[in-house]
């Protein structure tokens, strides 16, 4: 809740990545949300991820819709492109901006009543459509804005701030981007920068729709005792499946990993993904058995975290829509407008 | 690592970097809010508590606190500290009435003073409120110095002088014998004071025993003692050409004196280079700006004369070399002497202690330079109540280090008057007070200019160089020196860590603008400076480390580039972070030293 702008001063020593930019360059206006939201950890890990790649700013678009986290995208990449939208209707602008211009970046970043409440039909789409995109919720179980009353994400017997319990059944975002077909799917946590920023990174090269849901401790409506989201709650439960470690580009395995502990996988524009098991057996290239994994221990009062699925060769909207490699909206009057004659021959094939 | 204890004022003070490096310890941040609020004769008493000549030091003082300033390292320049002192003393009015009272009723203690410059007045500053009688001799018509005898007015106007000496000599119960010098410490002894303070400075310039020395003496002059000539108005001239030999601050203010005294021709001339030269930097610049040349590398040979008449000086050209054993050492590079013709010459290359007066079979010790055995901590001699201070103590240093040594001294001799152990020194004082004033409301502000350091006004060189009076800085007016306080950090405001209230939320490491905090595994120190969100290469700053935290992790960080911008405390959402303001204040002589 800072009046002041963050002084522009940084440390002496701060790195600079290869395009010249150190990681402040990535930051946005200061942050307006409550002092210590977890929103704030997402946005820090979201410009790291972003420093760390060498991103462009301009080559980036961000999009959101309404609420906390709908909020965030003007705390990073001030130099970026954004496009606040509608309640719940991200999904949609952000299908269009794709289709338009299929070269940015896109970044949606939503909450869970954005998502899984008002546009959760919206989230359904664009998820089974494929479109290549880093989808971010930021899961803190509650409506921040209206004080704290339970979102559809908050789990069956937890408690309000005020001792209500919560009776009815959480939606699991992580369940439905599996089902629907998400070929990138991770879960994590606000409070572990050291899991969120290489899922951020690998989710950023994935060329699909990537979907991660973050865990964010709402610290003014959701932070107690009987909450399912408090950093306390989260910490004790977390159960991460692997540890990711994003390289550019496949290199050696370094020799502190045990051998057979580690899995490469290259992802379709040449990145590295190490994954590192840390439950035994888990498989992130079957979606059955993820689906099962995540019930078992949902069952069990565990946060399966992680990269939990992913398909290094994913297919695309755009794949599906066979549309050209060049941009839509780089395609001048000649290419959009063939003339009558080709009109004529066209029509002719049709009759 | 073990966690902090910031229970112990040094940690904290060495967080306010200027006030660490500061002899006398001055609560700089506190003075300079205190200028910024436009409350002057405040931030001047704050000054005159801690270092006792707050109008001097302004314009002369060796600045250990800039090069110390965390500004410095956070972007080009430190902020000019001296400078605002200055503005301190030149606009806050009358402040008669904020000095301690006059004294009235003695303790029938007497004590001695040899000399009456900047540590024999600091001392005398604290003994006379305590009911001291003091007796200060001295063989200058007045009171002050090398203040007032070797600065040259230029740079510090002989009414600021007057005028702070003047406080203390106000203060009443002091004898002053001036014109009188003190030629036998034995009889000074046996005069009965209860305790002697020797404040005699290092009065001897040294002297360069070259050819033609002893043949041209009349035209070569030792510096020290020919500024002190100009000072007191028995010099008003020297020749066209002036050749100045060496590098320290006393050879700036020679060379700068001559212009204003006839000289048309002066230089400057040093036997190493010009980076190596003792003189401040700032002192450097002033003599260029006034188209004084510095030439370096060259050593005296001989004074050259003709029927008695000095007319050159040669110098045999040299390099710096390496040596086998990795030593520095100057070398002849082979090629013909400089020669460099003029009609006066002055020497400042050092000058030195000198205790002739001292008797040496009175029990006073002395090592084998020739320097009286003193207690660096007490200043105390082999005779117990004769005391040291500032130059006279350790040889040359500057006015401030003098301020220190008065103030250490002057504890010594009240408690060494009242039976007490001297080596038990008092502990600062200490005021720790949270700045919070709502939700993101501070008592201080934490709004940190981005402004370079301004630059004093010069009056222009037609004016100065005319006559020796005029003084060349003009010190900032009030609306540069408010632009100048906004850049200082507020070290002393502290970033204070409650390890118990930390929900480990993140938020203080992101929001903080120069990545100083980290939450980590505890490690040794090598180790865990390399882990930190941004390394901490600076072994000179300190670690403030947390105990344990909750997921088995600690808090750090690393002190050396924080703004005290109060940004992690604003983010925090449990008040686990507070900013303090820490204002410690060294303790000086009186009833609150003394252990009964």
Known sequence: MSYLPKPKFRH???????????????????????????????????????????????????????????????????????????????????????????????????????????????FAHSIRRGVNMVYIVENNGVYGLTKGQFSATADAGSKSKWGADNNDSPIDMVGLALQLGATYVARSFSGDKHQLVPLIKGAIRHSGAAFIDCISPCVAFNNHAGSTKSFDYVREHNEAVNALDYMPVRSEITTDYAPGAVEEVTQHDGSVLKLRKLAPDYDPHDRIAALTYLQKKNAEGEIATGLLYIDPEPKDLHAHLNTIETPLNHLGDADLVPGAAALEKFNAARR | MQPTDIANPDY??????????????????????????????????????????????????????????????????????????????????????????KTTVGNDRRVAFVGAGPASLSVVRDLVPLGYSCTIYDSDPKAGGMIRSQIPRFRLPEQVIDEEVGYILGMGNIELRLGQRVDSLKSLIDEGYDAIFVGSGAPRGRDLDIPGRKEAAANIHIGIDWLSSVSFGHIEKIGKRVIVLGGGNTAMDCCRSSKRLGGEEVTVVVRSGFGEMKASP???????????????????????????????????????????????????????????????????????????????????EFDRWGMPKVDPKTLQSTIPNVFFGGDAAFGPKNIIWAVAHGHDAAIS??????????????????????????????????????????????RDLGTTLKDIKVEVEMGFDLKLAYSETQRCLNCDIQTVFARNLCIECDACVDICPVDCLTFTENGEEDDLRGRLTQPARNRTQDLYLSDVLKTGRIMAKDEDVCLHCGLCAERCPTGAWDMQKFLIEMTHAGTACRSR
């Open chain 1, 12 to 122: 002496p020593d701060l790195p600079k990545n290869a395009l010249g930019y150190t990681r402040r360059d990535y930051e946005g206006s200061v942050s307006t949300l409550c002092a210590g939201c977890g929103h704030d950890s997402i946005s820090a890990a979201i410009i790291q991820a972003c420093y760390e790649l060498d991103i462009e700013p301009h080559r980036l678009a961000k999009l959101s819709g309404i609420g906390c986290s709908s909020k965030t995208p003007t705390y990073f990449l001030g130099q970026s492109h954004g496009f606040n939208s509608v309640h719940g209707r991200m999904p949609s602008v952000l299908t269009g901006a794709n289709l338009a211009n299929r070269d940015l970046i896109y970044l949606g970043v939503s909450g869970d009543g954005d998502s899984a409440s008002i546009g959760l039909g919206q």
């Open chain 2, 12 to 101: 904290f003070h060495k967080v306010v970097d200027c006030q660490w490096a500061c002899p006398a310890h001055t609560p700089v941040p506190e003075y300079i809010r205190l200028i910024a609020a436009g409350r002057n004769a405040d931030a001047y008493m704050v000054n005159w508590k801690s270092n006792v000549f707050p109008g001097i030091l302004g314009r002369t003082c060796d600045r250990p606190c800039e090069p110390a300033c965390r500004r410095g390292r956070i972007e080009a320049e430190p902020v000019a500290i001296c400078r605002l002192k200055r503005v301190a003393a030149d606009n806050k009015g009358d402040v008669s009435g904020l000095m301690p009272a």
């Open chain 2, 282 to 364: 700032w002192e450097k610049e002033d003599a260029q700006h006034e188209g004084i040349p510095i030439k370096n590398f060259l050593v005296p040979k001989a004074f050259i004369h003709e029927g008695g008449r000095l007319k050159a000086m040669s110098f045999d050209k040299v390099e710096a070399k390496i040596d086998a054993k990795g030593r520095r050492e100057l070398v002849p590079t082979g090629e013909p002497e400089v020669m460099i013709e003029c009609d006066d010459v002055l020497v400042a290359i050092g000058q030195e202690n000198s205790f002739p007066w001292i008797e040496r079979d009175i029990g006073m």
């Open chain 2, 413 to 458: 001799i009240d408690k060494f008057l009242n039976g007490e152990d001297l080596s038990v020194r008092p502990p600062p004082g200490v005021q720790v007070s949270s700045q919070k004033m709502g939700i993101h409301e501070w008592s201080y502000d934490n709004d940190i200019s981005a402004a370079i350091r301004n630059k004093v006004p010069w």
